[in-house]
C-alpha cells in the first residue's frame, strides 16, 4: 500500500455557525464548499488547502457519530484521512498485519471516494480513514 | 495571510516502541526521521506523505505538554499545523479579529519553523500551530 498524502482532517463541531468564521478568516484563501452527507447524518464545510482539506462536520442526527462522539470527548479532532493508491490491497494488508479495522469492505463516502475506517485501538487513539480517489 | 497548506499532524503517545510500528506499516512508503526537541521534553518519529506530515510525540519529561495533554485527554491527536507565508502578518490580523493566541510572538518549533500557537477557546477546540518555514 501507499500514502499519496493527508487528504483531510475533520473536526466535530456542534455549531457550524459559531465555529466556521474562525476557519473561514483563517483559511480565507482556500477553495470552500458545504456538502451534506446523509449516510452519515452530517452536514459539512470544507476547506481545501491544496495539500490537505480541513472538514467542519456538524450531526444532524443525535444518531450521528459526530453527536455520539461529541457527547463523549467534546467537540474538536474527529479523525484524519490519508489518500492512499489501492485501498483493497490496504484493507488485505492491514488484517494480515493484526490491525483491527472498523469496516472491513469500502463504502462511498464524502466526494465520492471509496473509505475505510481504522479502529483507533490500533493506532494509538487516533481515528484513522483511509480514501480511494473515485476516478483511480 | 495565506494558508500553503497542512504541514502536519500531531499525535500525543506515552509509548513509541508501542504505537510506532503501526504508523511504519502504514506510512512505510514515507520518508520518515526522529528528532528530539529539547525545549519542548518530547522525542518524536516524523513521517512525510509529501503532503502532510504525521508527528508522533512522547514526552520526555512530566513537565512536557504532552504528558499534561495525556493526562487530561488521554493519547490521540493532539494539534494541527498550517504552514502560513508570513506569521507574523498572520499574528497581526488574528489579534486584530479577537482570536486568542497562546503566543503572542513567533518562537522556533521542530525543524526551525517560526511558529504560534491558537488556544482551542478559538478555534472550536482544536489546538491550531502556524508555521513559516525557515528559508522564507
Same mark, same amino acid.
Not at 37 to 42: A, D, L, P, Y
Given at each position: 500500500m501507499k500514502i499519496l498524502g493527508i487528504e483531510h482532517i475533520g473536526i466535530a463541531t456542534d455549531n457550524l455557525d459559531k465555529d466556521a468564521p474562525f476557519w473561514k478568516l483563517l483559511l480565507n484563501n482556500c477553495e470552500h464548499i458545504s456538502e451534506e452527507?446523509? &449516510?452519515?447524518?452530517?452536514i459539512t464545510e470544507i476547506f481545501d488547502t491544496g495539500r490537505g482539506k480541513i472538514e467542519l462536520l456538524e450531526a444532524t442526527s443525535p444518531e450521528s457519530p459526530i453527536a455520539k462522539f461529541i457527547e463523549k470527548r467534546g467537540k474538536g479532532i474527529h479523525h484524519?484521512? +490519508?489518500e492512499i493508491d489501492d485501498i483493497q490491497q490496504a484493507i488485505n494488508e492491514l488484517i494480515e498485519a493484526g490491525v483491527e479495522l472498523i469496516d472491513k469492505t469500502p463504502r462511498i463516502g464524502i466526494e465520492g471516494y471509496m473509505i475505510v475506517f481504522i479502529?483507533?485501538?490500533s493506532t494509538g487513539?487516533? +481515528?484513522? &480513514?483511509?480514501? &480511494?480517489?473515485?476516478e483511480n
Open positions: 452527507v446523509k &449516510e452519515q447524518n452530517v484524519i484521512c +490519508l479502529h483507533p485501538r487513539g487516533v +481515528l484513522v &480513514e483511509l480514501a &480511494e480517489k473515485p
